[in-house]
């Protein structure tokens, strides 16, 4: 039974472990996105600034790794078997290529977008604020992208998975949007 | 008055640093935790993922298999033909979902009503035909006999 069950899965374990990659990706994003809302909000919880910043960093850190295995897994699957050009640069692909197009789009992006974090001393805090908020378009990209290709997303498991982290982030997006706009300050 | 500030300045000193060790305490447990519970995240992940596939419940399978399902209920209600084999054989690419429309094929052989007629007229002749393993070769062989009979007499 065991061996019947591994030999028939067996082809398919990179094409799995790619979904799964996908699914806790779209999770900590979630998730990642909503803790850095929640970062200097004005009513917040005080004292918990840091807390949520770490929180922030360590899942946005998760997240492109998620993502990044999300992608390399793909490499070993035998169905699709994508080349790396495929999964790496966007609308290369056969398989869905607006949606995969917009995956990959969304993929590159947040790792820029997350990885300047560490390059504020030379992009500089101000200019890297309004980069960062970037961030929320593509994350809602990779929403999209999540519904429009991937295989699950028919799956009512899967809709409640993406939606409940999704949500509260999304309510916090809209908060934050409707806000007016601070004061840029002049001091660094 | 010297040495007073001193001791202040001292004692804002260690409070400092043990505010600074807290934080750091802090932040190395949330990113311990969110380690943990991003593999934890994604073992569950998977492991819904492989039982959908396991259990046969796997969405991009059974969309291939619904098409497989469409075309033999097609087939089904076409007389055979001889083109209606290749395209059945060209869609069903994998083995599993085959068997499937094999298998599927088989419960309608039994439902005819041929079937259930061939029984009621052979049993007084021959009941051993009834444990026969193919019921469609028994259908087959009943019509002949009375031609040959008829002509005889």
Redesign the interface.
Known sequence: MIATTSASVGPHIFWITSRAAGIAAMTLASVAVGAGLLIGRRGGIKGMGGDFRALHEALSLATLVAVAVHGAALLGDHFLHPTIVEIAVPFTSAYRALWTGLGISAGWALAALGLSYYARRWIGQSRWRSLHRLTAIFWLLAIVHSLGSGTDASQPWFLAVLAIPAAPALVLLLAKLSRPAPQPSTSR | MARMDDFRRLEAKGLARAKIRA?RR??SS??AR??RA?LA??AV??A???G???TGN???LSRSYATTRKLADSNRNRKPAPAAAPVEAEVATEP?IEAEAEVEAAPEVEAAPEVEAAPEVEPEVEPEVEAAPEPEAEIEVAPEPEPVVTSAS
């Open positions: 934080r802090r932040v949330i990113r969110t380690i991003s995240l994604f992940a998977w819904i993922v492989f959908q596939l396991v796997d969405p991009a599993e």
